[in-house]
C-alpha cells in the first residue's frame, strides 16, 4: 500500500487482522521485578493477573523512538511513501511521544494521530485506516478516517477495584472514587483520552448489568462494532457478550477478547469492558 499504518500493542488486533491488513506492530513493555518483558512477545495477560494477585510490584513502559524509527524504515523499505501512526491516548502513555519523536526523521511522511483510546477502542480506527489505505487512500485520507472513527468511538469498563489504576497513576478523575472504593463497584469510561468516573454501584453484578445497559443504549439502533474485553473473567465476558449478540439491533461484528499484558497491568483481574465503535 502506498499509505502504511503502524500502530502500538495496546490495540489488541488479533494476529490475523494485522497479517491481512499489513499493520506493524509497535509493543509496548511490562516491568515485572526486574525484567522487562514485551507485550505480546515475553509476557502474557494471565502472567500479569498471577503477578498482580501475588502482589508483584508491575509497571509499564512506553516502546523507544528507536522502535518507531525502525518500523518507520521498514515500511518504507517495503515501498510505502506515506506513513499513519495510530496510538493510544497520550494521556495515558508516552507512546504517542516516542512515535512523535521518530516521524521526525522518517524516510517518508509520518501522520501520527493521538486517538484518546486504547484497546479495540483503538484496534477499530486501525482497521478502518487500513481499509482505506487499501483502496488507495492518501495519507489526509487515511488519517481522516481514523480520526473520524476514534471520535465515534466510546469505551465502558468496570473493575474489582481501583487499587491497580491508582498504583498505576493513571486513575485520573477516578481518583475520587477512592474513599468510597469498599463501599461501591465504580463503572468507568474514557472521555477526553482520560479514565473518568461514570457510575457508582453498590454490587458487582448490578455493575456489569448497568455496563450492558450503558453500551445498549449507546449504540442505538446504527451500524455498530462491539468489543468486550476482559482480564481473568472470560466467563463473564463471554455471558455479557452473549447479551449483547441479542439486544443490539445493528451489531455488525463483535469482537471477545482479553485486554493484554500492559492494561492488565493497570485494571487488574477481573475487568470487564466494553467498545462501542459505530461504523
Known amino acids: 500500500m502506498p499509505v502504511a499504518l503502524v500502530t502500538d500493542s495496546t490495540a489488541y488486533l488479533s494476529d490475523e487482522a494485522v497479517t491481512r491488513h499489513g499493520v506493524d506492530v509497535v509493543p509496548l513493555s511490562v516491568v515485572m521485578g526486574d525484567e522487562d518483558l514485551e507485550e505480546g512477545v515475553a509476557v502474557t495477560p494471565g502472567d500479569v493477573a498471577a503477578a498482580l494477585q501475588r502482589k508483584v510490584h508491575v509497571t509499564t513502559s512506553r516502546p523507544s523512538p528507536e522502535a518507531f524509527a525502525a518500523a518507520y524504515r521498514a515500511a518504507a523499505e517495503r515501498g510505502a511513501t506515506g506513513i499513519v501512526s495510530l ?71 468496570y473493575v474489582d477495584t481501583l487499587e ?25 469510561h474514557l472521555a477526553d483520552g482520560r479514565i473518568q468516573p461514570l457510575e ?14 450503558i453500551a445498549i443504549a449507546q449504540a442505538g439502533t446504527a451500524e455498530v462494532d462491539l468489543a468486550v474485553h476482559h482480564l481473568a473473567a472470560e466467563a463473564g465476558a463471554l455471558t455479557l457478550a452473549e447479551r449483547l449478540r441479542e439486544r443490539v439491533p445493528g451489531l455488525r461484528e463483535l469482537y471477545v477478547g482479553e485486554v493484554g499484558a500492559v492494561i492488565g497491568a493497570h485494571v487488574g483481574p477481573g475487568l470487564l469492558a466494553v467498545v462501542v465503535s459505530p461504523r
Open 164 to 188: 491497580y489504576l491508582r498504583r498505576g497513576g493513571r486513575i485520573g478523575a477516578a481518583r475520587a472514587l477512592l474513599g468510597s472504593a469498599l463501599a461501591v463497584k465504580p463503572l468507568l
Open 87 to 157: 496510538h493510544l491516548s497520550a494521556e495515558l502513555s508516552g507512546t504517542y511521544e516516542a512515535a512523535l519523536l521518530a516521524a521526525e526523521d522518517a524516510p517518508v511522511p509520518v501522520r501520527v494521530v493521538d486517538t484518546r483510546m486504547v484497546a479495540m477502542a483503538l484496534g477499530y480506527p486501525v482497521l478502518t485506516a487500513a481499509e482505506v489505505a487499501q483502496t488507495g487512500g492518501s495519507l489526509d485520507e487515511v488519517a481522516a478516517a481514523a480520526e473520524k472513527r476514534a471520535a465515534a468511538t466510546t469505551g465502558f469498563f
Open 200 to 213: 457508582k454501584v453498590r454490587t458487582s453484578s448490578r455493575a456489569i448489568a448497568r455496563l450492558e445497559e
